[in-house]
T-cell receptor
């Protein structure tokens, strides 16, 4: 079974800071997902990656398949970015395996 | 991508009772998944629900405790039966697969007292 590790577990940043959240996994995958969970519990899918890099607004996600590692970057962070960010990996029809999440607080 | 409406968004229930959570998808999807997130923990898959067949449960989860219905390709329910305080969690549904991505419901925050 894939083991997914995220770091850091908790992160506090000042508004405007550049933020990086890391994810590593133990077994080869077909895709890695970055998810955002807000305090009410709902989850939004931010990115699905199988290689390279994707950008959406201030969010950038990268993946290195050989090193089994992915990063999520947030540029010019804002208090509305405060949420839990979850890395999840999957392969074909097997269920997603989730990391424990990184709790981000951005202070104005 | 699909949009999933999940309800209720939260509930407080007495121990020994049951709660049914509903997920409605705005398009037909083959597979739906149900997850539990206990306080401070990561999401754990409860079961996979395909239309027209019995749900497939993960280790540690049983049908008597978490019966699931999937009457058509746009709807599914999860019931949490004979609840105890240990069932207090966030419950989520999703559709999708690893090649095409996933859409999640908005979650149900359950507190059992």
């Amino acid at each position: 079974k894939n083991e997914v590790e995220q770091s850091p577990q908790n992160l506090t940043a000042q508004e405007g800071e550049f933020i990086t959240i890391n994810c590593s996994y133990s077994v080869g995958i077909s895709a890695l997902h970055w998810l955002q969970q807000h305090p009410g519990g709902g989850i939004v899918s931010l990115f699905m990656l199988s290689s390279g890099k994707k950008k959406h607004g201030r969010l950038i996600a990268t993946i290195n398949i050989q090193e089994k590692h992915s990063s999520l970057h947030i540029t010019a962070s804002h208090p509305r970015d405060s949420a839990v960010y979850i890395c999840a990996v999957g392969s074909g029809n097997t269920p997603l395996v989730f990391g424990k999440g990184t709790r981000l607080s951005v202070i104005a | 991508s699909a949009v999933i409406s999940q309800k209720p968004s939260r509930d407080i229930c007495q121990r020994g009772t049951s709660l049914t959570i509903q997920c409605q998808v705005d398009s037909q999807v083959t597979m739906m998944f149900w997850y539990r997130q206990q306080p401070g923990q990561s999401l754990t898959l409860i079961a996979t629900a395909n239309q027209g067949s019995e749900a497939t449960y993960e280790s540690g989860f049983v049908i008597d405790k978490f019966p699931i219905s999937r009457p058509n390709l746009t709807f599914s329910t999860l019931t949490v039966s004979n609840m105890s305080p240990e069932d207090s969690s966030i419950y989520l549904c999703s559709d999708g697969d690893s090649n095409y991505g996933y859409t999640f419901g908005s979650g149900t925050r359950l507190t059992v007292v």
